[in-house]
């Protein structure tokens, strides 16, 4: 299965504005199961752009942590080193209001981060099913290395902003999905007042994306 990812127009222009003020890296975590929940914490059908509840998130025996990209540039690691991801996006009304995401590697490496309220919905995704973004906050590595990259510009600055996009959930009639992917995309360095307020207006920094299966 081939996997593309396609900026956005403003996130080209907003990245290139940033380039010599902050770094982006992604995340990029596929074949993820997803399981729709209700606001009690039951399995639910979901709700689509307006669902109440949350999806809940976690790791397979397919799952893998496919790439790290520093400033879109893949790092080319391991295959194979997933160990387990949890994560909960929760939601009213379609709009986002809080949740969680863990990634532990094979050799221990940890990452966490918070979900923040207020910011992100779930938005249809043509062919695909849904996707959700969103921004995050209070991101923590336990390492300098992650997957065997070197991140310390980013260890060395955390606690991180960023943000999330959940995409190619295409759930079936009980709300579960065995094959979607979310990118977490974390910023390191100083971004200027005026911009960082752009980026939170454009959600996912900018950088939403997408993904077509070939």
Same mark, same amino acid.
Do not use: Y
């Given at each position: 299965?081939?996997?593309? @990812?396609?900026?956005? !127009? ?8 940033? !380039?010599?003020? $902050? ?18 914490? =039951?399995?639910? *059908? ?7 509840? $949350? ?36 939601? *009213? ?14 050799? #221990? ?12 919905? *779930?938005?249809?995704? !043509? ?8 921004? #995050? ?6 390492? #300098? #290395?992650?997957?065997? *990259?070197?991140? $310390?510009?980013?260890? =060395? ?8 996009? =959940? @995409? ?11 094959? !979607? ?32 299966? $070939?």
């Amino acid at each position: 299965m081939v996997k593309n @990812f396609v900026c956005t !127009a403003g996130a080209l222009a907003l990245t290139a504005g940033l !380039a010599s003020a $902050a770094g982006i890296m992604q995340l990029d975590v596929n074949s993820l199961n997803a399981q729709a929940l209700d606001s009690g914490g =039951n399995t639910t *059908v979901f709700g689509g752009t307006t669902h109440t509840g $949350a999806i809940r998130l976690s790791h397979s025996i397919n799952s893998s942590l496919t790439e790290v990209l520093l400033n879109s540039v893949g790092q080319n690691i391991a295959s194979g080193q997933l160990a387990t991801f949890t994560g909960t996006i929760n939601m *009213v009304l379609g709009q986002v209001t809080g949740g969680s995401f863990a990634l532990t590697l094979n050799n #221990t490496d940890t990452f966490t981060t918070n979900i923040m309220s207020g910011f992100g919905q *779930v938005n249809t995704q !043509a062919g695909q099913g849904f996707s959700v973004d969103g921004l #995050t906050f209070n991101g923590v590595f336990s390492s #300098t #290395t992650f997957a065997g *990259v070197n991140i $310390a510009p980013w260890f =060395n600055t955390q606690p991180l902003d960023g943000s999330f996009i =959940n @995409f190619a959930f295409n759930p079936n009639a009980n709300g579960f999905d065995s094959d !979607a992917d979310v990118d977490i995309f974390l910023r390191t360095g100083i971004i200027p007042t005026p911009l960082a307020g752009g980026m939170a207006g454009l959600g996912l920094f900018g950088l939403a994306a997408r993904r077509r299966r $070939a």
